[in-house]
């Protein structure tokens, strides 16, 4: 019954090489968002799609790219992973968007970089 | 910043004792909602509370909310080893779509 998938759970690269994380979602959500959270703080979104108008958060860099090609599926690419990059990426759905909605979770994806 | 501020940081008690924690904030919401993250997993949404409301409940959780002093507070009551977890206020900040959480406070249910 998982709503919101991220997939792989732990990923491991190393500086530099490019990754990719990927999430689905079975709630047919018209929102998806990514957070990046690191040890011990608060979760900070890198951005989101409301379909597919993509949304950039002003202090996100320019290392994180993210692609919607369907409404289900939403990925995050990081170009080139340093060493402040190692942290959980947790992807998230609203059915809109707006101030009444709750998210939705997915499990996360704990990113090391070596 | 506009992250909200939870105290306290961590919370130590004994299975069956009740919990509480603290959030503020510093401007103004239409409504506050509070997380719970398990360790090294994602997010589950609890409750959320309206401007206009001062108390919610749902189960053994309570909320409230005062806006005049920019404040919510939330009740675990006789708490369980399983309630162990992290738990974040949040609340929508800026464009309508960025939801803001608070710095969490790191709950230990203990038998």
């Known amino acids: 019954d998982a709503m919101v998938i991220q997939n792989p759970r732990y990923q491991v690269t190393q500086f530099g090489k490019p990754v990719t994380l990927s999430c689905s979602q079975t709630l047919n959500h018209n929102v998806m968002y990514w957070y990046q959270q690191k040890s011990s703080q608060a979760p900070k979104l890198l951005f989101h799609y409301y379909d597919k108008d993509f949304n950039n958060e002003a202090d996100t860099p320019d290392n994180f790219q993210s692609r919607r090609p369907n409404t289900s599926f939403c990925f995050l690419d990081i170009r080139s992973p340093g060493l402040g990059d190692a942290a959980m990426y947790l992807c998230a759905t609203s059915r809109e968007r707006g101030i009444s909605y709750e998210q939705y979770f997915g499990p996360g994806t704990r990113l090391t970089v070596t | 910043s506009q992250q909200g501020e939870e105290d306290p940081q961590a919370l130590s008690i004994q299975e069956g004792e009740n919990a509480t924690m603290n959030c503020s904030y510093k401007?103004?919401?239409?409504?506050l909602q509070w997380y719970r993250q398990n360790s090294g997993r994602g997010l589950v949404h609890l409750i959320l509370?309206?401007?206009?409301?001062r108390e919610k409940h749902s189960g053994r959780l309570r909320v409230t909310l005062d806006t005049s002093k920019k404040s919510s507070s939330l009740l675990i009551t006789a708490s369980r080893a399983a309630d162990t977890a992290s738990y974040f206020c949040a609340r929508y900040t800026g464009t309508a779509s960025k939801l803001t959480f608070g710095t969490g406070t790191r709950l230990q249910v203990t038998l």
């Open positions: 401007t103004s919401i239409n409504n």
């Open positions: 509370i309206r401007s206009n409301e």
